[in-house]
T-cell receptor, first 110, second 111 residues
Framework: DAKTTQPTSMDCAEGRAANLPCNHS???????VYWYRQIHSQGPQYIIH???NNETNEMASLIITEDRKSSTLILPHATLRDTAVYYC???????????FGQGTILTVHP | DADVTQTPRNRITKTGKRIMLECSQT?????MYWYRQDPGLGLRLIYY???????NKGEISDGYSVSRQAQAKFSLSLESAIPNQTALYFC??????????FGPGTRLTVL
């Protein structure tokens, strides 16, 4: 897996968009970018993934730069329940192992 | 009902005891995984299985064993539990393109 760099923590006001950045400058051409989150010791929850194009689903949007060296996860209208650790993962091996780093602690406040 | 379930959710045991953690899934995925998570750390892979006849060691398999009883069931055993195996344990199943679905976790404490 490519190494990823995320800020240790971020704050966001409830109702505002949360933009979580991730650097993955060593990502190879066939490696995906995945985002998961973990809410207070629960099982990690899949959010979204992408290869080259921007992606959107009911939870979030994923913006990948044209050179694929970085990406941004966007939660369009953050709620208190979005407070969690957000993990950016670049790669995935042939046997599906995901390498979870330290992630970003997102705190959504009223 | 949850797609990936784990039992027990919490367990306290003593050093030297044999412990089994169980995982069941209703997603129909062939691939299943066991991870552990220690405080402040990411998840580390213990074992993974591509199907009933295929078992593979992950990065920290020492002290653990697994059994894939059926496509839907994947059990993790600690043959002789020790205190540094105190951790959160997660089971996961895999869909396509490495999208994994995780169970709720088992909090294991070894005294």
């Amino acid at each position: 897996d490519a190494k990823t760099t995320q800020p240790t923590s971020m704050d966001c006001a409830e109702g505002r968009a949360a933009n979580l950045p991730c650097n993955h400058s060593t990502i190879s051409g066939n490696e995906y970018v995945y985002w998961y989150r973990q809410i207070h010791s629960q099982g990690p929850q899949y959010i979204i993934h992408g290869l080259k194009n921007n992606e959107t689903n009911e939870m979030a949007s994923l913006i990948i730069t044209e050179d694929r060296k970085s990406s941004t996860l966007i939660l369009p209208h953050a709620t208190l329940r979005d407070t969690a650790v957000y993990y950016c993962i670049a790669g995935g091996t042939s046997y599906g192992k995901l390498t979870f780093g330290q992630g970003t602690i997102l705190t959504v406040h009223p | 009902d949850a797609d990936v379930t784990q039992t027990p959710r919490n367990r306290i045991t003593k050093t030297g005891k044999r412990i089994m953690l169980e995982c069941s899934q209703t997603k129909g995925h062939d691939r299943m995984y066991w991870y552990r998570q220690d405080p402040g750390l990411g998840l580390r892979l213990i074992y993974y299985s591509f199907d009933v006849k295929d078992i593979n060691k992950g990065e920290i398999s020492d002290g653990y064993s697994v059994s894939r009883q059926a496509q839907a069931k994947f059990s993790l055993s600690l043959e002789s539990a020790i205190p540094n195996q105190t951790a959160l344990y997660f089971c996961a199943t895999r869909a396509t393109t490495d999208t994994q679905y995780f169970g709720p976790g088992t909090r294991l404490t070894v005294l």
